[in-house]
């Protein structure tokens, strides 16, 4: 989402933009193929791949056992052509598997209009939404997060279990292990590669059975990534740099 935002602004607003700071590669990688020769009113290149200044609120090389897992199931359905959901695959699957695994726990995050939207639509009505949300109320290890911001989530995950997301990046930033539901043809491909990709079910289950087990073999692939100018810490300050210097 923020790199089609950010694309279609650089197509609609090029000739008044003075600087353009992109949030992934393929973002820079669009936007300076479209503005490379131009140069703004100081004669400086346009468009930066410095960062985004939200990442600098992620906290980074998080170390510790994998026991918390945070699932951010995306408001849409399985047959929306909007970036599906895999909610109603994994709504039952997890809660079970977590019943079963105590020492384990699991935050619940979906999206803030996901709830409100099955019920619109009639996928769910509203006494399902209930039951559902009593269901996790019962399971002391089991949480519903329905707070405004993701970061205290983000600070007691130690692996995402998601489906696409705009916050994915910024959980990938944090060095600990996700989860992707869905495909991955529309994320850079060295951060795709550090994902644990799952295509049903039991294959998530068994990502999440290894990593509490301590096998995480993607973390050399993730620590590589990251290694990346765009992900390193103090991004507004070299914000700061571009525009002064």
Same mark, same amino acid.
């Given at each position: 989402e923020p790199y089609r935002r950010q694309r279609q602004m650089c197509i609609r607003d090029r000739t008044y933009v003075d600087y353009l700071f992109a949030d992934c590669d393929k973002v820079y990688q669009y936007c300076n193929s479209k503005l490379k020769l131009c140069k703004n009113a100081d004669s400086k290149k346009i468009v930066y791949n410095i960062g985004f200044p939200r990442f600098d609120l992620v906290e980074r090389d998080k170390k510790s056992s994998i026991k918390t897992f945070l699932w951010l199931p995306r408001w849409t359905t399985s047959t929306d052509n909007n970036e599906k959901s895999t909610f109603f695959e994994n709504?039952?699957?997890?809660?079970?598997?977590?019943?079963?695994?105590?020492?384990?726990?699991? $935050?619940?995050?979906?999206?803030?209009?996901?709830?409100?939207?099955? $019920?619109?639509?009639?996928?769910?009505? /509203?006494?399902?939404?209930?039951?559902? /949300?009593?269901?996790? $109320?019962?399971?002391?290890?089991?949480?519903?997060?329905?707070?405004?911001?993701?970061?205290?989530?983000? /600070?007691?995950?130690?692996?995402? $279990?998601?489906?696409?997301?705009?916050?994915?990046?910024?959980?990938?930033?944090?060095?600990?292990?996700?989860?992707?539901?869905?495909?991955? /043809?529309?994320?850079?491909?060295?951060?795709?590669d550090a994902f644990y990709v799952s295509e049903t079910p039991d294959q998530t289950l068994s990502f999440v059975q290894k990593l509490a087990d301590g096998i995480d073999e993607k973390a050399d692939l993730r620590e590589k990534a990251l290694n990346r100018d765009a992900y390193r810490s103090d991004v507004h300050t070299r914000v700061i740099e571009a525009l002064l210097n």
């Open positions: 709504k039952d699957v997890l809660i079970k598997y977590f019943q079963s695994h105590p020492e384990l726990s699991l $935050i619940i995050r979906p999206h803030p209009l996901m709830f409100a939207h099955y $019920i619109d639509t009639g996928v769910m009505n /509203k006494a399902e939404v209930d039951a559902y /949300k009593q269901l996790i $109320i019962d399971t002391p290890n089991i949480t519903l997060d329905e707070n405004p911001s993701y970061i205290g989530s983000f /600070k007691k995950a130690d692996c995402l $279990i998601a489906d696409y997301s705009s916050v994915v990046i910024e959980y990938f930033i944090t060095g600990q292990p996700i989860i992707y539901l869905n495909g991955t /043809k529309t994320i850079e491909r060295s951060i795709a």
